[in-house]
């Protein structure tokens, strides 16, 4: 099978349909089975082959998607980096990926290591005038499932990237346990506002394709104000928000919900706190919720509105093709109720590239996301931290979600990030960055903990800062938190 095949079923059906809407510029099904097609074969005359790995250095925009779905159809596999990042950068990653060739944007700036083909006007012109052969009218270079249709990276919020690979058979189930906890009926119009380099927005667009869904692109960078323009203007049904969006819209909703137009409103890529999921339930969307997954797994768990009473703390239960499990330091499954270390497997898991040593987190047919959870009795996920982050202090584990909660109930307080620093006397030191809505002593934060936390959980510095540093998928970024701890130590 070739998953890109099912889109361009159908556009047999509803060619007239809109598929892509991007500014001004619609594209209707009918015009993106074409475009796939001519790309594919534009590909093809520049000699890339089937199993060619094939990296968009592209933009938030229909090419990205239309590169990504022309490389799948023609047999390659699409290897989507982040256009931000510094050559120097992508070109690490086209030494160690063995990248055959870069889809980059007009402009940009040359990258070591493979040919560049710009996507420009003389591109589209000759992809618009490219002979589409029989085969890639109808069935596509890949008749194998076990072909690998993506290598995708995680978003590097705790570390350097890291790469998987997904077959199209791997990407086509991890879509279906989607389709589960997205629990959608007929048509609908998704605003897709995240970095299609990352797999929550990816993912979440192609999910709504094979759907045939209309998808609305717009740039990640935006207002308040204007999120809510947009989903009024494009009459938006269905979208997905990162945390820190989720908290610039509540710091401006009114006394009713905000966005009540939507059928489905998911928030992704980091867990909210408790009070958070309450407000947004009720000052933005009545079917407001929060869906958890991984770059390996794409999404496999929802916490929808009618368990936000009695299961605030989870991010909700699994899909029917994972299971998770909660497991001591051992592998040895724990009981219900019980902390370790979370671990996943299903049909729909990404798998490690072959040229590359097995990572720690790939063991025995299960991945381990590096989180510290449990599950209850019905499998809902509790998540209370990262196992990176866990720190130890006279013996006791310290997780940091534990003291962010904390902080971010006091009313003062808009985001906080904690951090474990080793001491002299070898034990993990609580650091705290706190970013408020009104100026506050770092006393009263400190006196704010002790109330609510047992001491050796108290942190032993408050930096108060004007925000926090996150990535481009708005996940906060403790790596740059990391070495702004050690400038202050310094």
């Known amino acids: 099978m070739n998953i890109v095949g099912i889109i361009l079923q159908l556009a047999k059906r509803q060619p007239h349909a809109p598929a892509l809407i991007e500014v001004a510029e619609e594209i209707t099904y009918g015009e993106l089975a074409r475009l796939v097609r001519g790309t594919a074969q534009h590909l093809i005359s520049l000699g890339v082959q089937p199993g060619d790995r094939v990296a968009l250095r592209l933009k938030d925009s229909s090419h990205h998607i239309i590169a990504m779905l022309a490389v799948a159809w023609m047999g390659g596999v699409a290897v989507p980096l982040d256009w931000r990042a510094k050559p120097a950068e992508c070109a690490r990653f086209i030494k160690d990926l063995g990248i055959t060739c870069v889809l980059t944007e007009p402009g940009a700036l040359p990258v070591e290591g493979a040919p560049s083909w710009v996507v420009d006007a003389h ?224 049909p729909g898991m990404a798998s490690p590239l072959p040229e590359q040593a097995v990572p720690v987190n790939f063991r025995n047919g299960w991945f381990y996301p590096g989180e510290i959870a449990y599950l209850d009795a019905e499998g809902f996920i509790f998540l209370q931290g990262r196992t990176s982050d866990v720190m130890i202090r006279s013996g006791a584990k310290i997780y940091p979600a534990e003291i962010e909660a904390v902080l971010t109930n006091h009313a003062a307080v808009a985001e906080a990030a904690v951090l474990g620093q080793r001491g002299a006397d070898n034990e993990d030191m609580v650091m705290a960055f706190i970013v408020t809505r009104v100026p506050v002593p770092a006393g009263e934060l400190l006196a704010h903990c002790r109330t609510h936390l047992t001491p050796h959980k108290i942190p032993r510095h408050i930096y108060l800062v004007e925000e926090l540093p996150k990535n481009t998928a708005g996940k906060i970024d403790k790596i740059a938190l990391a070495k702004t701890l050690q400038s202050e130590i310094k």
């Open 123 to 346: 591109w589209h012109n000759a992809v618009a005038q490219a002979e589409v052969s029989a085969t890639l009218l109808e069935d596509g270079l890949l008749t194998d499932g076990d072909r690998v249709f993506m290598i995708s990276a995680t978003s590097g919020s705790t570390g350097a990237p890291k790469f998987t690979q997904m077959t199209h058979l791997q990407y086509y189930f991890a879509i279906t346990g989607m389709f589960e906890i997205m629990a959608l009926s007929g048509r609908h119009r998704f605003l897709c506002t995240s970095p299609l380099y990352y797999s929550g927005g990816r993912n979440s667009c192609i999910a709504h394709l094979l759907r045939g869904d209309c998808v609305v692109l717009y740039p990640s960078l935006f207002s308040a104000g204007e999120y809510v323009e947009l989903v009024r203007r494009h009459k938006i049904t269905a979208a997905v928000l990162v945390p820190t969006v989720v908290r610039q819209l509540l710091a401006t909703a009114p006394d009713k919900p905000l966005l009540p137009e939507l059928a489905a409103l998911f928030c992704s890529g980091a867990p909210l706190y408790p009070e958070e999921k309450r407000a947004a339930l009720r000052y933005l969307s009545p079917h407001f919720q929060e869906r958890y997954g991984t770059s390996e797994t794409l999404a496999i768990a929802v916490l929808r509105p009618e368990h936000f009473a009695d299961r605030m703390d989870s991010v909700g239960q699994p899909h029917a093709l994972i299971a998770a499990e909660v497991v001591d330091e051992d592998d040895m499954p724990l009981p219900i109720g019980q902390s370790g270390r979370l671990r996943l497997r299903g």
